[in-house]
C-alpha cells in the first residue's frame, strides 16, 4: 500500500479551514470590538450629558447627541452606518446605538443603555436602608 500524496491531501483540507477560522477570528475581533466602544462611549456621553451644568433638556440632548456621533465616527471598525437615538427625561436618559457591518453571521450591533438622574444621597436617606432595627445609621 502506498502512502504518497496522503499529507498533500490531508494539507490540501486543513490549510482552507484553518484560513477561513482565522478570517472569522479577526472578523469576531473586530465586532467585539466595536459593541465594546459603543457601550463605552454611550457611558462617557451620559455621564457627561446628565452632569448638572444649567443647560436645557433640549441642549443635553443635542450635546450628548452630537459627542456621541463625533466619537463613534473616530473609534468604530466595523459598524458602517451607526444610528443614534437619544431619549431625555427629568428622571432618565436612555441611549440607543445601532449599526449594521459586513461579512459576519451578525448583521448590526445593539447596545442600549438607561442612566437614572438621581441624587444619590438624598435616595439612600430616603429609604433608610442604612439603619438598623433600632433606627440609628450604620
Given amino acids: 500500500m ?3 500524496g496522503r499529507y498533500v491531501l490531508e494539507a490540501a483540507m486543513l490549510i482552507p479551514g484553518i484560513n477561513i477560522l482565522l478570517v472569522y477570528l479577526v472578523f469576531f475581533s473586530f465586532y467585539a ?7 463605552q462611549t454611550a457611558v462617557e456621553s451620559a455621564v ?11 441642549q443635553r440632548k443635542e450635546n450628548v447627541e ?5 466619537k463613534l465616527s473616530e ?19 436612555k441611549i440607543q446605538i445601532s449599526g449594521k457591518g459586513s461579512f459576519l453571521p ?13 441624587q444619590p444621597c438624598k435616595t439612600i436617606r430616603r429609604c433608610r436602608w442604612m439603619e438598623d432595627k433600632d433606627g440609628d445609621t450604620i
Avoid: M
Avoid at 473609534?75 to 436618559?93: A, F, G, K, M, T
Fill in 2 to 4: 502506498k502512502k504518497k
Fill in 33 to 39: 470590538h466595536d459593541y465594546a466602544v459603543c457601550t
Fill in 48 to 58: 457627561k450629558g446628565l452632569y448638572p451644568d444649567g443647560a436645557t433638556d433640549k
Fill in 66 to 70: 452630537q459627542d456621541l456621533r463625533q
Fill in 75 to 93: 473609534r468604530l471598525l466595523w459598524v458602517q452606518e451607526e444610528e443614534v437615538s437619544i431619549e431625555l427625561n427629568p428622571v432618565r436618559l
Fill in 106 to 118: 451578525v448583521e448590526d450591533v445593539l447596545v442600549e443603555r438607561e442612566f437614572y438622574r438621581i
